[in-house]
């Protein structure tokens, strides 16, 4: 992500040169990679850039159908991140379009990564949700069958508690190691839960 980041900006670094460069660019003296890197080249770059993140949405919006465990909450929370974020971000690529300079396609550029974060939080918390929950719904489960270990089921179920609502409430930003950080409490108890509860559910065959 923070590769792409950077090729872009740097990207939108050269329009800037070409823009501000008005009649030069038609001098001899002017280079063809400067000429290139025309206004509209750059907000078609942005544009693909956005279209690859709603197509992301769509893959979330059918992994969290198909992820039938999934609380009726923490459900109608992604399904309205999920719009919400579609909506945005088609908006962006129209706004793109209208822009006149490079320098407000840079801001647009920013703005499409910092102010959605499709990539680094919208697919984990959905992925992570369905995670937790499914985890959640085994242990119910579990409970029911005869010789329940219902002191690991507790532990196991009391590392999972609150986590998909502080999920939930991260907020996409400039950062991105620390939305990371914040995700990382949550990617460790799903994947600690799906160890500890294979493992009793092999017990209780």
């Given amino acids: 992500m923070k590769r792409t ?19 030069a660019a038609a001098e001899p003296s002017a280079r063809p990679s400067v000429r290139a890197a025309t206004l509209d080249a750059v907000k078609d770059a942005v ?10 949405l769509q893959k979330f919006e ?3 159908a198909a992820a039938k465990q999934v609380q009726a909450a923490h459900r109608d929370t992604l399904t309205k991140l ?7 971000l088609t908006a962006l690529k129209t706004k793109v379009q209208g822009e006149t300079t490079a320098a407000a396609v840079k801001d647009d550029a920013v703005a499409m990564v910092t102010g959605y974060r499709v ?5 984990p918390k959905v992925r992570l949700t369905a995670a937790v929950d499914t985890e959640l719904a085994v ?3 579990l409970r029911t069958m005869p010789g329940a270990d219902t002191g690991k089921l507790d532990a196991i ?8 609502d502080a999920l939930l409430a991260i907020q996409p930003g400039p950062d991105a190691d620390a939305i990371k950080s914040q995700l990382q409490p949550v990617r460790a108890a799903a994947k600690t839960a799906h160890t500890d ?3 009793l559910r092999k017990a209780t065959k």
Avoid: N, P, W
């Fill in 62 to 64: 059918t992994g969290l």
């Fill in 82 to 88: 999920i719009a919400g974020q579609r909506a945005g």
């Fill in 157 to 164: 179920e009391a590392t999972l508690k609150g986590k998909v």
């Fill in 47 to 56: 544009a693909a850039r956005i279209d690859q993140r709603l197509a992301a």
């Fill in 197 to 199: 509860l294979k493992a």
């Fill in 5 to 23: 980041l950077i090729a872009l900006t740097l990207t939108l670094s050269v329009a800037l040169v070409a823009g501000t460069a008005g009649a």
């Fill in 139 to 141: 242990i119910a489960k």
């Fill in 119 to 123: 990539f680094v939080l919208t697919g």
